[in-house]
């Protein structure tokens, strides 16, 4: 099955590089933590909950999706246009679908391995936060979605600047507004109506919901499970009909 | 066994390749021949399914190679001319990966993986990351990798650049014998003698247009297998004849000093396509 042959490439990707790969991880969330959390936050409170309990979910959705967006979309955007080696993978008989699929999983699998880091840190930190399955189920599904986006941006991608262009564009403003470090109640109505439709704002939401106890909001759920499903699609179609690949 | 129908490829507007037609037989090992941007590479990332078509077919007994035809892809391997290698993986995770690719049962992989690594002197650099191997090394790895699944058409784009004549020969060795047990081979190359050797049949192409198909020694026959390799102050120039007593009534004629020689595919290559190898 490629779905396998594509987890085993991930993983031997790991195997070589797992101390950068955890280094380069950890080290955003962190100092997010740090500067948000112990230095502008650390006598607010949000929603009657304190600024570390608001923080934490927000800092694990987007340690996923940066993790799951990277590990799939620089690594392929590199292996597409630097090294040539995805032209190995299209001339052999995989399946392009399972392909995809399986690059999806593996980029949400890094993503789970580095928002894991960042819940024991938090946990170090005594941040008061309640974990559950659905908890890592949500990471999980988050990291689906961007790693989908990742396939997605390596595919359309024409240069090694144009993935870090998407990157600039794309996943940095989502790290920021994404109900990350920040209500999306306090935005402008302007501003809020678009925060609202990203899909970081619902895996925030859906951890923070988890952490404080709460019923996940099964909408936001459904709005991930969307955005993951069209990702993978418009990446499909681009493997499959691009002319000049 | 394959079959180009009418192929046309454009690059935005710029056509690329022009109405290509032609037939590869089963077990045959034919050759792309011509200069740099003649369309050649293209043809092959065509047949391979890198690139898709403009307009027209190419057909593996009668089935259309598409990007998701997973059985007829089976069939097929590519030597591209570039080195298309994860950096970061092992010679040993190289041969692995393409196993699982073409989902070759585990025992099977590693055993034949051990015979061409062994074959190509590559199994004492088995352990090696790919960005630590040399060029040559880099090449015959990435042979090693398109024969393990044992295709029925291989496609070699430029595969013996960068290795030295030892290598080279070894190369052609395993890939003749491969041919003879059945293997379908589509090699291009600017090593005249490589095409001369090797191929059965030959296909001239020019600014993505086919010239002629033939075998090596009918294009040198049109010709005219004699050459006369004449040096003067304007330079060396040659002539060609159908026999030696001809080459020789004109080589009486010369003032300047002249060579007899057997003419090659590199003449047919100058003469046909109007310029040297680039």
């Not at chain 2, 009418?6 to 090992?29: P, S, T, Y």
């Not at chain 2, 191929?199 to 026959?221: F, H, W, Y």
Request: glycine share 8%; proline share 4%.
């Amino acid at each position: 099955m490629a779905i396998l042959t594509v987890l085993w490439e991930k993983w031997i990707e790991f195997k070589h590089e797992w101390l950068k790969i955890t280094g380069t991880a950890m080290i955003s969330p962190i100092l997010y933590l740090l500067t948000f959390g112990l230095g502008l936050g650390m006598d607010k409170v949000v929603d009657g909950h304190s600024y570390m309990a608001f923080l934490i979910p927000g800092i694990i959705a987007l340690t996923t999706m940066n993790a799951s967006f990277n590990a799939i979309g620089m690594s392929l955007n590199v292996q597409r246009l630097y090294e040539k080696s995805f032209d190995n993978v299209l001339a052999s008989p995989t399946p392009l679908g399972q392909y995809i699929i399986g690059q999806m999983i593996g980029g949400s699998l890094r993503g789970m391995y580095a928002g894991s880091l960042i819940l024991g840190i938090a946990y170090i930190f005594g941040a008061p936060i309640q974990v559950n399955l659905i908890f890592f189920l949500v990471m999980l599904l988050n990291g689906m979605a961007f790693s989908a986006l990742g396939v997605m941006a390596a595919i359309i991608s024409k240069t090694h600047a144009d993935i870090s262009r998407f990157s600039t564009f794309v996943i940095l403003p989502m790290t920021f507004i994404g109900n990350t470090f920040f209500p999306v109640a306090n935005m402008p109505s302007l501003l809020k109506s678009v925060v609202q439709v990203l899909p970081l704002t619902h895996s925030s939401s859906l951890l923070r919901q988890i952490s404080y106890g709460e019923p996940a909001s099964l909408a936001s759920f459904f709005i991930m499970v969307v955005y993951t499903i069209v990702f993978m699609v418009v990446a499909l179609i681009k493997i499959n009909i691009s002319k000049n690949l | 066994m394959l079959e180009l129908i009418e192929i046309e490829k454009k690059f935005q507007e710029k056509k690329i390749l022009e109405n290509i037609n032609f037939k590869v037989d089963k077990g045959e090992f034919f050759g792309l021949l011509g200069s740099n941007g003649a369309g050649k590479t293209t043809m092959i990332k065509l047949i391979s399914t890198l690139l898709l078509p403009s307009h027209g077919k190419i057909l593996l007994d009668r089935n259309e190679i598409t990007r998701n035809n997973v059985e007829i892809k089976k069939r097929i391997t590519t030597v591209t001319q570039e080195y298309t290698l994860r950096g970061d993986m092992s010679v040993d995770e190289i041969m692995e990966y393409q196993g699982r690719l073409y989902r070759i049962p585990r025992e099977q992989r590693k055993r034949d993986s051990k015979d061409l690594l062994e074959f190509c002197g590559l199994m004492e650099h088995r352990k090696k990351r790919v960005r630590e191997l040399s060029g040559g090394m880099k090449r015959k790895l990435m042979l090693c990798r398109a024969l393990l699944p044992k295709p029925e058409l291989v496609l070699l784009d430029e595969p013996t650049v960068g290795l030295d004549p030892f290598s080279r020969r070894q190369m052609w060795d395993l890939i003749s014998g491969l041919n003879q047990q059945g293997m379908t081979f589509i090699l291009t190359t600017h090593y005249m003698e490589e095409a001369q050797m090797l191929c059965k049949r030959i296909a001239l192409i020019d600014e993505g247009r086919l010239l002629d198909i033939a075998p090596p020694l009918e294009l040198i026959n049109q010709l005219g297998n004699i050459a006369v390799e004449v040096v003067s102050p304007g330079g060396i120039q040659q002539e060609y004849f159908r026999n030696r007593e001809l080459a020789l009534a004109y080589a009486g004629s010369l003032n300047d000093p002249f060579t007899l020689r057997q003419t090659n595919l590199e003449d047919v290559f100058i003469k046909r396509l109007g310029r040297g190898i680039d």
